[in-house]
């Protein structure tokens, strides 16, 4: 049975680039983000590899629930939070870190009989973003609500995110350090701030403690550098095969809509991947593929399995050739993303449970 369309993942990659964040920031500890199923890579493998890692980080209990399942012993953060007291119960039994960002969600806490302390919880400081955070004088209540309390909580951080840390030099950045710092200095409590652009570009927004994502799966946070210039090395390659191919004559339409028309006579080619494994229906006319190191532009709609190519471009191509999808250097997942018009992180979150991931050990 074949097993194309698959996505290699490449654990040797993975563990280079925690090095490059340990290069980076060298003083602080890792809290290795492997939210939305790794990124997409699969999370119980990538946390195995990961195993260099300080902590682990996940969006929603529920991924923090199935890593302890799986026997991972590691401090495990929640960004969200939790909401409900059986929630709060939930996560002091299974020793998970827990983001506080609601005066209900703490309110909820004071009222939970916790069998025993959480380990530790990070306050969400709001410095500029707007989304999840509770302004400084807020913070400050609820460290001394917290002071004495060692029933409910062993130790806690300021944690704070970034809104604009993939733009160099934006002022904005340095205000939301400020507003982090003045409270870091007056309560001597651990931070944690930098995602993967502020690891890379805010050296100052370091701390005690990090928290990569999209670097370590070896895309770039910038729109302006590849993950190469930044000592970075693709995890993930999507690869799938060439399942047909067809000889077009002038005017012949190719594909749902007839978006693209052949000019003259051509060779077409038809890979086995489309919206249905995760590829942009955005890259309709404008993604690329390569076929036997050859450039191979997308032509007409991306349908559901499949996609179309002008295999003008690589006239050698045969039936059954291995295609690649996204990330080589010559063709990466950062380009492939800004021309669907959208971020890295979504088409690698997108790859779907259809596409097997087959993983490297290196
Ligand atoms: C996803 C996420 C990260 C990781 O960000 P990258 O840009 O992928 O490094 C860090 N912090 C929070 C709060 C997040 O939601």
Known sequence: MSRYPFARINLTALQHNLQQVRYYAPHSKIMSVIKADAYGHGVIEIAKALEQTDA???????????LRQHGFKQPITIFEGVSTIEEWQLAAEYDLTLVLHQQQHLDYLLTAKLNKPLPFIWLMLETGMHRLGLAEQHIRQIIDQFTGRTDLVDEIGLMSHFANSDLLNDTRNQQQIMVMQRLAETTGLPVCMANSAAIISLPQSHYQWVRPGLMLYGASPFAYKTGAQLGLKPVMQLVSKLIATQQLKAGDEVGYGGQWTADQ??????VSIGYGDGYSRHLSNAG?????????????????DTVCVNLDACPQAQLEDEVVIWGTDALAVEWLAEKAGTIPYELLCCVTPRVNREYLHG
């Open 56 to 66: 682990f980080a996940v969006a929603r209990l529920k991924e923090a629930l199935i």
């Open 265 to 270: 006579s051509m060779r077409m080619g038809v």
């Open 288 to 304: 690329k593929v390569i076929i036997r190191g050859k450039e191979v532009p997308v032509i007409g709609r991306v349908s559901m």
